[in-house]
């Protein structure tokens, strides 16, 4: 939960794109793997989609599932 909060605290929300972020994020992988930059952003992208398509359901999901 910090860092969600951390992350809306910097003006980051869930859904909003941030292409410095994205950028630092894609190039590091891109030059370890020798891979073009557009395609690991595509790949990112894709991962990045099938986790937030869940997003909504996770919070009820976990409230039903209490830890204490």
């Known amino acids: 939960m910090a860092s969600a909060a951390l992350l809306r605290e910097r ?5 909003k794109r941030v292409p410095d972020l994205e950028q630092r ?3 590091a992988p891109a ?13 990112l ?3 990045c989609d099938r986790l ?3 997003a909504d359901g996770r919070p009820a999901f ?3 599932h209490p830890v204490a």
């Not at 030059?31 to 790949?43: H, I, L, R």
């Open 11 to 15: 003006g980051v929300d869930k859904a």
């Open 25 to 27: 994020v894609v190039d």
């Open 31 to 43: 030059a370890a793997s020798g891979e073009p930059t557009w395609q690991v952003f595509m790949d």
């Open 45 to 47: 992208d894709d991962v």
């Open 52 to 54: 937030a398509s869940g």
């Open 62 to 64: 976990q409230s039903a």
